[in-house]
């Protein structure tokens, strides 16, 4: 089965930076696209950032400017790079992988991570 370890979460003052990694394993055969997604105590799932397979992003509002996805295809990882972070950004980020599992699966699904804390905080 697929699986994804999230990591690199912890505690850093405002205008500090993190690095999340997500790695991916369990075979594949077609990856649609990779995305973080966080929800703070209160607040609904939203999605922080988005990479497709063909290397396409999309950002939040909220975070454009500061936050990076990238993926490296040779080791099924994808990272969030969080450069001048906010208190606002104090969340439990999770990993999201959409595939198709195999040649023989109808539909594509949706793969989670145990999530990962990030707070921010003087």
């Known amino acids: 089965q697929v699986q994804l370890v999230e990591s690199g979460g912890g505690l850093v003052q405002p205008g500090g930076s993190l690095r999340l990694s997500c790695a991916t394993s369990?075979?594949?055969?077609?990856?649609?696209?990779m995305a973080w997604y966080r929800q703070a105590p209160g607040d609904q799932h939203e999605m922080v950032a988005r990479i497709t397979s063909s290397g396409n992003t999309n950002y939040a509002d909220s975070v454009k400017g500061r936050f990076t996805i990238s993926r490296d295809n040779a080791k099924n990882t994808v990272y969030l790079q969080m450069n001048s972070l906010k208190p606002e950004d104090t969340a439990v980020y999770y990993c999201?992988?959409?595939?198709?599992?195999?040649?023989?699966?109808?539909?594509?699904?949706?793969?989670w991570g145990q999530g990962t804390q990030v707070t921010v905080s003087s």
């Open positions: 369990g075979s594949i055969f077609r990856l649609n696209a």
């Open positions: 999201n992988v959409n595939a198709l599992p195999s040649l023989q699966s109808t539909r594509a699904l949706d793969y």
